[in-house]
């Protein structure tokens, strides 16, 4: 059984921080991309960041230079350290596994998601 799990989320004011977990189970975590995306409410869903086995990151522009992913192996977990936070990051933040190479719905994997909400 596949299972993703976030937890984090939180109200935050303006400027503070907060880092979200995800731990899977059940997939060969090492062959997986792991990816963060976010939805608001009104708005489409939008890819955060990911980070790729070997460790290769890749940011929506908005968050470059604010939020860091990480994963640690040994744990079977990916982190999104979010710094500097603002208001338009209010959103639910979804885990999201993909198995490595040509898309195959089968190996794609979701979370429940966890609401971050930035306001003062």
């Known amino acids: 059984q596949v299972q993703l799990v976030e937890s984090g989320g939180g109200l935050v004011q303006p400027g503070g921080s907060l880092r979200l977990s995800c731990v899977a189970s059940?997939?060969?975590?090492?062959?997986?991309?792991m990816t963060w995306y976010r939805q608001a409410p009104g708005k489409q869903r939008e890819l955060v960041a990911r980070?790729?086995?070997?460790?290769?990151?890749i940011y929506l522009d908005s968050v470059k230079g604010r939020f860091t992913i990480s994963r640690d192996f040994a744990k079977n977990t990916v982190y999104l350290q979010m710094n500097s936070l603002k208001s338009e990051d209010t959103a639910v933040y979804y885990c999201?596994?993909?198995?490595?190479?040509?898309?195959?719905?089968?190996?794609?994997?979701w979370g429940q998601g966890t609401q971050v909400t930035v306001s003062s």
């Open positions: 059940g997939i060969s975590f090492s062959i997986y991309a």
């Open positions: 999201n596994a993909l198995k490595s190479g040509v898309y195959d719905s089968r190996y794609d994997y």
């Open positions: 980070i790729l086995s070997g460790g290769s990151t």
